[in-house]
């Protein structure tokens, strides 16, 4: 999302205190570690600075990385549309995950010209009973769809994005079959409140939108994100290293939200930056600095100096 500051789900207690310094060991616990063979990382509020710039010393950190046989995927709840601020490092292998887990795209042909390798869409279906139940349970409730080319919203949907709407239309016409894009795969929904708490509001929406869609949130404001069922960032990366026939113990993930709280409970080793939602850190291994100080290239310069 564009917007990215604040979250919300917990699971376990993290193995390192909550302080801004690394551990001295990669897994934050001094257990032996398993050489990491991918890097997954988050993007706003994570690996970009909040001016959303990549700084040089992570330029360097990343291609460091590749160069050294790590491969480095970006996870991130931004559309592909939104990717040109990281398409000129995703080296070799060219791909990001986008949607918080609803595809995996190419970036090789740069801003505009993506392509989409994999898929994983929100059935029209399960899309309009969400919309229905969250509308029952948490009356104002405001919906905007993305598609995999498509963005449309409802006219009073407030403006929180880089770009204006396709069609500006109830949500129940969006989702509709002979809706706008009616051939195009929805990835997600954004459902926004104008008065609820955002942890309230998800909270609320997860027990009323039930198994129709994974609910989730990457906005400090009660902006909520609905994906297809068991659509999320863990389950999506854990496919892309089951090809690539890593195991979840050589990955090294990084985020700072609670749509990256399942990512970060499935790697092997964690880090949550030190700007993240409390919920995050409970879910990591480990914690490092905040975005703006390059947390995430501390860790991999710390990765590349203890490799034999």
Known sequence: MHENDRVTSATRQPETPASPKLSSSLNGGGASVVPPRLIATDLD????????SVSPRTVAALAAAEEAGIE???VTGRPARWMDVVSDHVHGHGLAICGNGAAVVDLHGGPGAHRFVKVRELARENALDAVRL???AAPGTLYAVEQ???????PAYPKLHMEAPDRLLPAEKILAADGP???EPVLKILAYHPDLDPDAFLTLARLAVGDRANVTRSSPSALLELSGPGVSKASTLALCCAERGISHEEVVAFGDMPNDVEMLTWAGTSY?????HPDVIAAASGR???NNEDGVAVVIEQILAERP
């Open 134 to 136: 969250l509308r029952d």
């Open 148 to 154: 995999t080319y498509g963005f449309h919203q409802e």
């Open 72 to 74: 480095v995927f970006f």
């Open 45 to 52: 509020g994570t690996l970009l600075w909040d001016d959303k």
């Open 272 to 276: 949550a930056m030190g700007n993240a």
């Open 288 to 290: 490092t600095v905040a």
């Open 181 to 183: 894009g009616g051939d």
